[in-house]
């Protein structure tokens, strides 16, 4: 028996739906081959980036390098090619300009400008970039013949000071270091608190040096600092010398009011005014810059209110200074100036001086009634007269 025919297959392939059964076989196949890559780990791995071997040549890769400069110098520093007078202005003032007159008993401010530059341009300069402070523009004004030595400064810390500002951008005056002349140059205007009291000078003894100090936005600087030392770079920081003009003025405290005795005896005595609300003993203020000496007094026989033809006389008083015992002092004589002895009041904050006055005696001449300097007739106010000279 022949049996190598039972297992044959046997295909009955209707020519109608032939296309159909190729068709469904290659679906079958792409199916089967995807499930055979599926479970190969084909797929996952095609769009797997875990591992850094299947990165190689299929991202960008950056390099690094490493970068190396020198800087041989220092930036140059600013020069200050010109220092202003007062009122900014480029030639000293006359004489009488306003500007060179102080304000007696205050202060009042006195102006000046200076100009920089820099070999980097003016933008290297504090005031545009960078704002302009206390510890970037300053400018100084030391009196450099007068013990103390006084110094004014357009910094904050100084009283009533204000703090230098940037002006604008302008090439350097003509009376500027020679070699800036006509350079563009960046302005600082300063304004500077002058007291009654600082020293006054003239045309052949200007005391007060202007002086200036920069720091630009590279940290380099020119000029005084604060502390008075001074770095001075290529060129010499131009000199400016000025001066305020003498002010003599005083004033006496309380400015009004009487000195009260009231109710007094006959014979010696050493009786002084009531001190009421602080108007005695009298005080003489120094409210200038020139000293105040001698002071003296001026006194009157006093006039009977009652009876004007009685008087208590001048000659019954004597003045001191108010260390001194007045009734001890110098006695005044009618309508004639005396020096009351003070001692001279030297121009400085708060200068002062006190004077006492003391009645010695009541004689018989001497009606009872009131006397006062008031008396419309003969009554005449006594006169505090203070002379000014220079200062010890």
Request: hydrophobic share 40%; glycine share 8%.
């Amino acid at each position: 028996m022949k049996i190598e025919n039972i297992y044959k297959p046997y295909f009955v392939i209707n020519n109608m739906n032939s296309k159909k059964v190729v068709a469904g076989v290659m679906i079958f196949s792409v199916v089967l081959v995807s499930i055979s890559l599926i479970s190969a780990g084909w797929f996952s791995d095609l769009f797997s980036f875990g591992d850094d071997g299947d990165l190689e040549g299929e991202l960008p890769t950056t390099h690094g390098k490493e970068v190396n400069l020198t800087i041989a110098s220092a930036p140059q520093a600013p020069e200050i090619v010109f220092i202003s007078d007062l009122g900014y202005a480029e030639t000293a003032p006359a004489p009488a300009d306003p500007n060179r007159t102080l304000l007696e008993g205050s202060s009042v401010q006195r102006d000046f400008e200076f100009h920089v530059w820099s070999v980097a341009g003016v933008e290297a300069l504090p005031g545009t970039s960078v704002a302009v402070t206390d510890a970037n523009a300053l400018l100084t004004l030391r009196d450099v013949i007068n013990a103390p030595n006084r110094e004014r400064k357009s910094s904050g810390a100084d009283p009533n000071a204000v703090t230098c500002v940037y002006d604008r951008d302008a090439v350097a005056p003509a009376g500027a270091i020679p070699a800036y002349v006509g350079q563009q140059c960046r302005v600082y205007r300063c304004s500077v608190a002058m007291q009654y009291y600082d020293d006054y000078g003239a045309d052949a003894s200007e005391n007060w040096e202007v002086r200036a100090y920069v720091m630009d936005n590279y940290n380099t600087e020119e000029g005084y600092k604060t502390d008075g030392i001074m770095i001075d770079n290529a060129q010499a920081i131009p000199l400016r010398v000025t001066y305020f003009n003498r002010l003599d003025s005083s004033n006496l405290v309380p400015v009004g009011g009487a000195m009260e005795f009231g109710t007094v005896a006959y014979g010696p005595q050493t009786t002084q005014p009531a001190d009421a609300g602080g108007i005695y003993p009298l005080t003489m203020r120094n409210t200038g810059n020139s000293a105040i000496n001698p002071i003296t007094v001026n006194g009157t026989n006093i006039p009977g209110i009652s009876d004007n033809t009685k008087y208590i006389l001048a000659s019954w008083f004597s003045v001191s200074e108010a260390s001194f015992n007045p009734c001890v002092g110098t006695a005044l004589v009618n309508n004639v100036f005396v020096d009351s002895g003070m001692a001279q009041i030297n121009n400085g904050p708060g200068a002062s001086g006190d004077l006492r006055t003391c009645l010695t005696d009541v004689e018989a001449t001497a009606s009872i009634q009131s006397y006062s300097t008031t008396e419309p007739v003969n009554g005449k106010a006594w006169v505090i007269n203070s002379d000014f000279v220079a200062p010890a």
